[in-house]
Each structure stands twice: as C-alpha cells, then as structure tokens.
C-alpha cells in the first residue's frame, strides 16, 4: 500500500488527468443523452489507457504536463464542439460529415454553448493546469524505474489493442444494416461509445471498414421496375404546366400565421396585422392547396435532393459522394427525358454555387445552371438600375427580394416551358438586427411592443420575422412577374420549408416544446410548410402526414408523368397512403405523433396513437427502408451510368407514359 501510495503520488498528474478525462466525456455524454454513462466504455477506456501509457514514460514532469494537457484540451474542443451540434442540428458524428467541414461546420457560428459540457470541461482544464504548474515547481523530474517504464509501456499497448479490438469487434460482425436501423435497441452512438470513442469509430468505419456489398443487376431491376405509381384524383390536372419549386431556408407557420394552441410564444398580433405585413404570402396560402402536417428534419442539401429526386442514400452524402453519378430518376431529368430542350431548367440561390458542392451536383440533377450570388451581382451591375447587392462578402446573408427582382426573366421566361429550382438564404440563421433588414424590423416594432419575459428570444422571433418579411416581398415580385407575362395560369408553384427553425433553438422556444416526454405532440416541433398553387387546384387543406419525400412524387403526379414508385420514398400528397419520414443524417424515424430511433426504440408517442397505427407505421417504416436498401446500390454503384441501364430505364419509362 506504502508503495502505490508513493507511486501515486509520483504520477498524480497523469492520475488526475485519468480522472477529469473520464468526467469530461462523461459530461459531454450527459449533456446529450441525460445519462451520465457509456454502454460500452471500452474504445473510449483504450484510447485513454494508451495516452497515459505514454505519459508514465515520461520522466519530465514539464513534458508530462504539456502533453497530458494538450490530450485534456483538445478531448474538451472536440466535446464541446459535437455536443454543440447536437444541440444546434440533432446530428450526431459521422465520419460522412467531414465533407461538409468547409460549409456544414459554419452552424458554430455565434451559437449559445452548453452549460454543462462548457463549465464542467472549463473547471476541469483550469483546475488541471494548476495542479501541473504546483507539481512542476516543486518537482520537475520524476523517477522512472526500468520495472515501471515497462509497466508503462505495457499500459499503452493493452490500450492500443483494446481500442484496435473493440473497433475491429464493432465493426467486422455481419449485421444486416438495414434491420440494424429498424430495430437497433441502443440509444444513440454517445451512449454507446462515448464521444470520443464515437469519433474513433466513425473513423475506422469510412476508412476502413467501409465496403459496401454489391447486388446482382437482376434483383436489382426486378424490384425498381416491380409497380408503377398509382394515380391520384389530381393525376395530370397540371400536365403541360411550368413547375416552380422554392425551397424556402427554415420557413415556419409561426413566422406568418396565428395559432396560439401550437405556437404559445408567437408574437402576438391580429390576423390583420398579420396580414398586412405578410400580404403576399397570406394571398398565396389562401388560394394553396396548404399541406397543415408536413414535416422536415434535414440539413438544407438533404432536404433540396430529396426534393429534386425523391430519395436519399442511407450512409452518404449526394452532393460529396456522388457528384459524377448518372441520375435519371430526378425530376428535372424525367422532364428533360420527355422535352429535351424545349424546357428551360435552372436552379438559384443566392448564395455561393460551391457551398455544398452544389455547382456539380445540380447538373447531375439535370439543372442547365446554377445561378448564384455572384452571377447575380454581374447580372445586376450590368442592368441601368443595380437590383442586387452582395451582403454575403460582407459577412451578412443575401436578400431573396433582390434574387427575385434580378432573377425573374431567367426564373420564368416567355420564349419556353420552365421548371425552376430556387433556394432562398434570408431566412437562414444566426437570427441577430442586420442592417439590410433594418426596414422590416421597424415596420414590425410599429405595430408591436416587446413584451415577453424571455427578452432574448422575444427579440430573436422579431428578427426570425424581419427575415421572413423580405421573403414574403419575394414572393410578391415572383407572383407579380408571372401574372404580367401572362404565366400565372400555367404555371405550378411548390413551396416548402426545408427545416424548422432550430437555430438559437428558435423553433422549440416558440412552440414551447423542448424534450420528448412533453404531453404535447414533440413531432409538431418538425412541422414546416408546405402549399402548392396551381389555378386548377382549389383552395383545400390536406391534413395527413406528409414529408420532404413526398415532394418529387407530388409534382410528377400533378404532371401526369407515371414513374417507378420504388425509386421514390413518398408518395403524392394526394395518395391516401400516409409517408413515413426517416431522417438519414439524425437517424430517426417520424410519423404522426411517433418518434423513433428505431422500431424498438421510441423518443416519443402520443397519447392518440393506437397500437394499431403504430403496427401500420412500423408496417410502413419496413417498406420505406426495403426502398433505402435498393436505392443504395443505385447510388453505390453508379447503377445509371452503365448505358444498358440507362437505357431501359428510358425505354421503360416510356412504355409507362
């Protein structure tokens, strides 16, 4: 006992960073899941183990400390950093997510930090680096024995081969991964590994264990080409017609419509008021067909693709991993496949085109050309009456109004049928006064007075809302130019949110709805707009879940194009068949009043919901990720760049049209 008492003492530097290395991640795991453990600790335990293997070598007590403490602070960045995402986007790690450093990373931008992991890593870092600056000077070299350093060594090579095992054990087993996300009964990725255990597994996995097993073209085809889509009451009642698609960057009901009993902490103000500064998309929603159930819960290039082309790879990223890929079945592709050059098809955004590799991707897609914001700006710097300016070389976001009003004799020319794609930047967060938006702000503060008592978020909502008024003007300008070319009357508009507002946690605040054990629906915190105008729809309000999926196979119905159903993971939003929304980047699946991590794993259940809808929903999930596992291997294997395929994929097309 005398002698590991003296040894302890020895290495209490290494001992105490053992210690608050364990409570930091346990911290971290704890902020995210409310369970203050790891399932399976030992990946986690093994890297430890063979950092301070390293460090019981060391006879310097000075090196010991820098090394030990770069080890404490970079653990702690990489917590705070992942616990920071989960709580902006509801994402955990993966290793996919490195293609997205450059753009996806940008949601650390001016965010409010978690309490728990940010004070608790910061009064352990602290409290570290005064332990080793009081050993250090009163003890700079520590003896290290012949038996000891081989202890030592021992130490870091078991660590090493546990963490090489505990990899190797988790990821070589044959599991099917498609049961495994159906009925997978662990929690969550950090509850099983831990945090840094999950980045160390993560990648492994895309480095190593990342093959993907390759189907036979005949199983293949046998399935894609099983049944053609169903044909709804509204089957080709838009057919001929030109398609309009606005992708509308975290669009919600709050920010427009009153509804107390789903928005608690709205602004309050009178339909009226409402209306007058939102009149454009208050015209719009009353002659809608207005989707009141539709949900979201993507990232904005996931929620777009899903859009265009109606299903989504399960362990991927589209516009990173299969930028080169032949992709046919979007519907951009479909009408070009049928009008060849007699259809304009254009996408916007008045962003950047390199932000999420869109440029490249977008033309597979079957888009001409992405126009962004600096063609935007040359379009406008060219015209007698500059239209745009470039906020976002000013560090602010671009204003849609002036995409719009740039933009409209390319959005919606008179010379050909169009199908455009545009995705609006406005409304995206940070949610902070900006001086391009300053006219709406005050416009707003002239009809109310903040009152609430969380003046914080109260003046977040207000700039959320000031955001959303030059999207409405936009609207406006896209509605105006349409009726005085004489296109109003034949031309579809799609308009969607592709997320809801989650940043500074916006949406939760509003609809008071923060964790999945609240007596409200929790799914609702999803629910984003979706209405379609069209001047042979009438005005009406389908109130069944619908999803992001549902979206391609709804504009291809109201077109009268017949498709393969299997290749798209939704259905029309006039089929009777309810969708089921499973969110590929936050691994869970949405219905009505159900959310789960899998089928054997519920985040939250309404009380409304029977035994028997779940058997149905859970009937349902199956066939949707039946459909996931098919459409894999077409993403996987670049499946339509073989020209055979290609081409009775066409030919087969057109029997069916």
Known sequence: MEKFKQWFWTNRIVAIYFLFSVLVELCGVFSVENRPYIVRPFLSLGILMCITGIALCVKSNRTRSIFLGVCLVLQVILDIAFVIIYDMTGQYFDFGMLNLRNDAFGILESISVNFITFYASLFFSVFFILISRRTISKEKIVTVTKKAKQISVFVALMGVCMTVVMVYSYNSKKVDKYQEILYKKESSNYQSYGIIGNLVNEFAKGLIFNQKDVMSK????????????????????????????????????????????????????????????????????????????????????????ISIMGSYPSDSYVNYDYPDNVMPTTVPNILRMFDGEKISIRS?????????????????????????????????????????????????????????????????????????????????????????????????????????????????????????????????????????????????????????????????????????????????????????????????????????????????????????????????VFHDKESVLYSRAYAFFVGEGVLARSMNNLLFRAESVTDEYFADFEQRSQELIQKVKYCDQLFYQNYFGKNSNYRKYEKKMREIN
């Not at 030059?470 to 130019?481: H, P, Q, S, V």
């Open 348 to 572: 916007f955004h008045d962003g950047f085109k390199s932000f999420y590799n869109r440029e490249a991707t977008h033309k597979r897609f079957g888009f001409e050309y992405l126009t962004d914001m600096y063609d935007m700006e040359e379009m406008s710097n060219k015209s007698p009456k500059p239209t745009m300016h470039n906020y976002m070389d000013e560090g602010e976001r671009n204003l849609d109004s002036e995409m719009f009003d740039t933009c409209k004799d390319l959005m919606f020319p008179t010379d050909k049928r169009f199908y455009t794609y545009i995705t609006t930047i406005t409304s995206h967060g940070m949610y902070y006064e900006r001086e391009n938006l300053k006219q709406y702000r005050e416009k707003l503060l002239s009809v109310y007075t903040p009152q609430a008592e969380d003046a914080e978020m109260e003046n977040v909502l207000l700039n959320y809302m000031s955001a959303v008024m030059d999207l409405d003007k936009a609207i406006g300008i896209m509605m105006d130019d349409l009726e005085s070319k004489g296109l109003l009357d034949h031309t579809t508009i799609v308009m969607f949110g592709d997320h809801n507002s989650y940043y500074q946690q916006l949406s939760g605040y509003v609809k008071d709805l923060t964790d999945y054990d609240t007596d409200r629906y929790y799914t609702d915190l999803y629910k984003v707009p979706l209405m379609i105008y069209d001047k042979n729809l009438e005005h009406q309000t389908i109130r069944k879940f619908t999803c992001t999926s549902d979206i391609a196979p709804t504009i291809l119905d109201l077109l009268g194009i017949h498709t393969y159903s299997n290749l798209y993971y939704g259905n029309s």
């Open 218 to 305: 005949k199983k293949i085809d046998k399935f894609i080409y099983a049944e053609k889509t169903e044909e709804t009451p509204y089957f080709g009642v838009s057919k001929d017609n030109n398609v309009v698609v606005i992708l509308m960057e975290s669009f919600e009901w709050f920010s427009f419509l009153n509804n107390e009993s789903e928005f608690p902490n709205q602004i309050n103000l009178t339909d009226a008021q409402k209306r007058e500064l939102f009149p454009n998309l208050y015209q719009f929603y009353d002659k809608s067909v207005v989707m009141n159930n539709f949900h979201s819960k993507e990232k904005t290039d996931i929620s777009e693709t």
